[in-house]
């Protein structure tokens, strides 16, 4: 992938994206901030759910073994997976295990951050996506953009032509003269997913949150497809991140509050899962819940940064930043887009590549994500802390900075080197360029005139008319 710059770059000159964008992004936004308009208790619900996840983070080796002790006594088992690679195998493992070659998934962003698919595909198992939107994106050969609504850069005509020329490849067919109809696309969808539910014997999935205390899984959704996936097949592997665990039910009431509210607008989500390990007769019959790493702890051991383990991936701060309306998800170059992806994939993946290098400056920094994040995460925080690191690590455009404020530390602090200096400036002034000049400075001053410098110094001027 490009650095942020240049995918934003060609983003922003897509008239259909952008306008894709904008009528999505304004469309949620302002149904969130009517639901969390209807409780008087927003601002403590919101405390709340701050400091049970820090809590939870500052104890979080206790709280994942007692999770794990809770799962095995219901019947589960339990998988620690180290980065995406170990997670990767352990799921194709078990999915080796039971003979079978296909698998239905429900929407997960961690799976899609450690690549599951594509390498359950490398190894000859076909994974299908259940989620409306995720369905779309793996028709259309596409990646998602968006959080909660990953096929948001597309619209009606485009998911129609996707289920036309693709649905038959990977399936039933799309209806014959099928229109972009939101009720008929839901319907071809249906139909196309239906014979997956009911031939699939191993089910994939995430989890919104895990509680400790009684090794119960909770997903939340509004389609009815993870509830599908959770309760029909076989054998059920859940690949969930070690930051969703929560300690108690009374914790988890908060989050089933704030969650809805922040993502889709709704009071409550209209499916709302728990599962607690295996009960004979009813749902899987082997439960498996692989425990990721991937880049976590490091983020935990970063007192500034891991305030970014706090998201419950509700995507308000994507439907309000400028930036992410502007460029989309696409730009980002991760799974996880945005202000939130802006400060949590350079802390999972680290700041050496370009593209993760560039994350921390795709923000203006005007605090609206910070505004409507149901746990406080104080993204600006965060992105300045990070921009820190990544100037510290020099790269192209950090050298010749660290050198230009090395050069004006030195000027400041000799006061008659700095009045030559000014003189010189103001004597020359009719040779300056308009615009910053050597490489590096691109950013800086590509639509930024510099400033006109006056015929005397100020300190000159004072000596004739203040004296």
């Given at each position: 992938m490009?650095?942020?710059p240049?995918?934003?770059?060609t983003a922003?000159?897509?008239?259909t994206l952008r306008?894709?964008?904008?009528?999505?992004?304004?469309?949620i936004?302002?149904?969130?901030?009517?639901?969390?308009?209807?409780l008087?208790d927003?601002?403590a619900?919101?405390?709340?759910?701050?400091?049970?996840?820090?809590?939870?983070l500052r104890?979080?080796?206790t709280?994942l073994?007692?999770l794990?002790?809770a799962v095995?006594?219901a019947?589960?088992?339990?998988?620690?997976?180290?980065?995406?690679a170990?997670?990767n195998r352990?799921?194709?493992?078990l999915?080796?295990?039971?003979?079978?070659?296909?698998?239905v998934?429900v929407?997960?962003?961690a799976?899609?951050?450690?690549?599951?698919?594509?390498h359950?595909?490398?190894e000859g198992?076909?994974a299908?996506?259940?989620?409306?939107?995720?369905?779309?994106?793996q028709l259309?050969d596409?990646r998602?953009?968006?959080?909660?609504?990953?096929a948001?850069h597309r619209n009606?005509g485009?998911i129609?032509?996707?289920?036309?020329e693709?649905?038959?490849?990977w399936?039933r067919?799309?209806?014959?003269?099928?229109t972009?109809?939101?009720a008929e696309l839901?319907e071809?969808?249906r139909l196309h997913?239906?014979e997956?539910?009911?031939?699939?014997k191993?089910?994939?999935?995430g989890a919104n949150f895990?509680?400790?205390e009684?090794?119960?899984?909770?997903?939340?959704?509004?389609?009815?497809?993870g509830?599908?996936?959770l309760?029909?097949?076989?054998?059920?592997?859940?690949?969930v991140?070690?930051?969703?665990v929560?300690?108690?039910?009374?914790d988890?009431?908060?989050?089933?509050q704030?969650?809805?509210?922040?993502?889709?607008?709704e009071?409550?989500?209209?499916?709302?899962?728990?599962?607690t390990?295996?009960t004979?007769?009813?749902?899987?019959?082997?439960?498996?819940?692989?425990l990721?790493?991937?880049?976590?702890?490091?983020a935990l051991?970063?007192?500034?940064?891991r305030?970014?383990?706090?998201?419950?991936?509700c995507?308000?701060?994507?439907n309000?930043?400028?930036?992410y309306e502007?460029?989309?998800?696409?730009?980002?170059?991760?799974?996880?887009?945005?202000p939130?992806g802006a400060?949590l994939?350079?802390?999972?993946?680290g700041?050496?590549?370009?593209?993760?290098a560039?994350l921390p400056y795709?923000?203006?920094l005007?605090g609206?994500?910070?505004?409507?994040?149901?746990?406080?995460?104080d993204?600006p925080e965060?992105l300045?802390?990070?921009?820190?690191?990544?100037?510290?690590?020099?790269?192209?455009?950090?050298?010749?900075?660290k050198a230009?404020?090395?050069?004006?530390?030195?000027l400041l602090?000799?006061?008659?080197?700095?009045?030559?200096?000014?003189?010189?400036?103001?004597?020359?002034?009719?040779?300056?360029?308009?615009?910053?000049p050597?490489?590096?400075?691109?950013?800086?001053s590509?639509h930024r005139?510099?400033?006109?410098?006056?015929?005397?110094?100020?300190r000159d001027?004072?000596?004739?008319?203040?004296?």
């Amino acid at each position: 992938m490009p650095s942020f710059p240049e995918a934003a770059r060609t983003a922003v000159g897509d008239p259909t994206l952008r306008a894709n964008l904008r009528h999505a992004t304004h469309t949620i936004r302002d149904k969130r901030a009517r639901a969390v308009a209807e409780l008087d208790d927003w601002a403590a619900l919101r405390r709340a759910g701050k400091e049970i996840k820090d809590r939870t983070l500052r104890h979080l080796d206790t709280y994942l073994l007692q999770l794990e002790e809770a799962v095995t006594a219901a019947g589960g088992t339990v998988h620690w997976a180290a980065d995406a690679a170990e997670a990767n195998r352990i799921v194709t493992e078990l999915v080796r295990a039971t003979g079978e070659t296909e698998v239905v998934k429900v929407k997960s962003m961690a799976t899609q951050e450690i690549g599951l698919n594509e390498h359950l595909e490398a190894e000859g198992i076909a994974a299908y996506e259940t989620d409306l939107a995720e369905l779309i994106v793996q028709l259309g050969d596409d990646r998602p953009s968006h959080i909660l609504v990953p096929a948001i850069h597309r619209n009606r005509g485009e998911i129609r032509d996707i289920f036309r020329e693709k649905m038959g490849s990977w399936g039933r067919p799309a209806p014959e003269g099928l229109t972009d109809a939101p009720a008929e696309l839901a319907e071809a969808a249906r139909l196309h997913l239906r014979e997956k539910f009911l031939r699939a014997k191993v089910g994939i999935s995430g989890a919104n949150f895990m509680v400790a205390e009684t090794g119960t899984l909770v997903v939340v959704e509004s389609e009815g497809n993870g509830r599908m996936c959770l309760t029909l097949p076989e054998t059920l592997v859940s690949v969930v991140g070690i930051e969703k665990v929560v300690p108690t039910w009374r914790d988890l009431e908060v989050f089933l509050q704030t969650l809805p509210r922040s993502s889709t607008a709704e009071r409550m989500n209209p499916y709302t899962s728990m599962w607690t390990g295996t009960t004979d007769g009813d749902g899987p019959r082997a439960f498996h819940l692989v425990l990721l790493d991937n880049g976590r702890t490091d983020a935990l051991a970063d007192e500034v940064g891991r305030q970014a383990l706090r998201c419950i991936r509700c995507s308000a701060c994507l439907n309000v930043c400028p930036v992410y309306e502007r460029a989309g998800g696409h730009a980002y170059g991760s799974v996880y887009p945005g202000p939130i992806g802006a400060i949590l994939t350079p802390q999972l993946r680290g700041t050496t590549s370009a593209v993760d290098a560039s994350l921390p400056y795709a923000s203006s920094l005007c605090g609206a994500c910070y505004e409507v994040c149901p746990v406080a995460i104080d993204i600006p925080e965060v992105l300045v802390h990070l921009r820190e690191r990544v100037a510290d690590q020099g790269g192209r455009g950090h050298r010749p900075e660290k050198a230009a404020v090395k050069a004006s530390t030195w000027l400041l602090d000799h006061p008659n080197a700095l009045a030559a200096a000014e003189r010189l400036a103001s004597a020359t002034r009719a040779l300056h360029p308009k615009r910053l000049p050597g490489p590096g400075v691109g950013p800086w001053s590509n639509h930024r005139d510099l400033p006109d410098v006056p015929a005397a110094p100020f300190r000159d001027w004072w000596k004739r008319n203040r004296t």
